[in-house]
Nanobody, 128 residues
Framework: EVQLVESGGGLVQAGGSLRLSCAAS????????IGWFRHAPGKEREGISC????????YYADSVKGRFTISRDNAKNTVYLQMNSLKPEDTAIYYC?????????????????????WGLGTLVTVSS
């Protein structure tokens, strides 16, 4: 059973940084792509970044490109999201999700087709 636990959220001023962590258990971490999503009040859930396991390839939504960096430590079964230059519009609950990786497919496609579990989320609040 896919189990994911996010941590690292909090209150930060605009321009500040946070690092989110997604700790995984219950499945073979090396076989899964991991993604970060966020859900802000009044908005639809947004997929913001993901990372494959096979080659470490990544995806970033335009809204976070150049500011956020995703990484994974397969030895620790953990994925990180380093968030820099935070803006008030980054305020949201941030979730990680896992999807069985398809050979030759991007992390985005693997998550879209094979999503298996979500964490409970961690709240990020960016004050202006």
């Amino acid at each position: 059973e896919v189990q994911l636990v996010e941590s690292g959220g909090g209150l930060v001023q605009a321009g500040g940084s946070l690092r989110l962590s997604c700790a995984a258990s219950g499945f073979t971490f090396d076989d899964y792509a991991i993604g970060w999503f966020r859900h802000a009040p009044g908005k639809e859930r947004e997929g913001i970044s993901c990372i494959s396991s096979s080659d470490g390839s990544t995806y970033y939504a335009d809204s976070v490109k150049g500011r956020f960096t995703i990484s994974r430590d397969n030895a620790k079964n953990t994925v990180y999201l380093q968030m820099n230059s935070l803006k008030p519009e980054d305020t949201a609950i941030y979730y990680c999700a896992a999807g069985l990786e398809e050979s030759g497919s991007s992390c985005l496609i693997s998550l879209g087709r094979n999503l298996e579990g979500w964490g409970l989320g961690t709240l990020v609040t960016v004050s202006s």
